[in-house]
């Protein structure tokens, strides 16, 4: 199985400050054949299920606040919010869907300073 | 819109079974995988398996290959995620999520149920 593994665990950032979260996995992500990265990243709030953000690395999902990005390729992979605002508070997790089974990350905490 | 809606929440003895239902509305069911996944108190997610709601085809994460059955009910638009021989260890949410790309399995996940709690105690 592929570990995912993020860094750091948590993070406090100052409101309008730049959040960077990091994801690693333990193979290659990056299909060749197509130049793809299969990764996707989750915001999750308290008592709330996923919300898709980021798949294919760095494609924002339809709705996402573009201060929202993704980057990296490979192994190792990074998601930053460019100004933190109140309602990022959450928990971001990485997913890989390179192959089977799925795994995600253990989840980085996001909370303001 | 599109969404999906859980069963409510399970309380199992150990050795027992839960059956969560997952029913989809605001789309063509058949088109889309679904995924089942959950999270244990205060950890992270972990992938069970996914179904075709158009053949019923499935596939299991190793793990809880014997114990996990997935199935679907085109007429209603509900999949059904079933695991036997519970332990204390399966106590979770357990999340049902639409696979993004029509026609595709092992991607990744747009919509999501509320979730089902379901816990496993004597």
């Known amino acids: 199985d592929i570990v995912m593994t993020q860094s750091p665990d948590s993070l406090a950032v100052s409101l309008g400050e730049r959040a960077t979260i990091n994801c690693k996995s333990s193979q290659s992500v990056l299909y060749s054949s197509n130049n793809k990265n299969y990764l996707a990243w989750y915001q999750q709030k308290p008592g709330q299920p996923p919300k898709l953000l980021i798949y294919w690395a760095s494609t924002r999902e339809s709705g996402v606040p573009d201060r929202f990005s993704g980057s990296g390729s490979g192994t190792d992979f990074t998601l930053t919010i460019s100004s933190l605002q109140a309602e990022d508070v959450a928990v971001y997790c990485c997913q890989q869907y390179y192959t089977t089974p799925i795994t995600f990350g253990q989840g980085t905490r996001l909370e303001i300073k | 819109q599109v969404q999906l809606v859980q069963s409510g929440a399970e309380v199992k003895k150990p050795g027992a079974s839960v059956k969560v239902s997952c029913k989809a509305s605001g789309y063509t069911f058949t088109n889309h995988y679904i995924h089942w996944v959950r999270q244990a108190p205060g950890q992270g997610l972990e992938w069970m398996g996914i179904?075709?709601?158009?053949?019923?085809?499935?596939a299991y994460a190793q793990k809880l290959q014997g114990r996990v059955t997935m199935t679907g009910d085109t007429s209603s638009s509900t999949v059904y995620m079933e695991l036997s021989s519970l332990r204390s260890e399966d106590t979770a949410v357990y999340y049902c999520?639409?696979?993004?790309?029509?026609?595709?399995?092992?991607?990744?996940?747009?919509?999501w149920g509320k979730g089902t709690t379901v816990t496993v105690s004597s």
């Open positions: 999520a639409r696979e993004k790309v029509p026609g595709t399995p092992f991607y990744y996940m747009d919509v």
């Open positions: 179904i075709n709601p158009n053949s019923g085809s499935t």
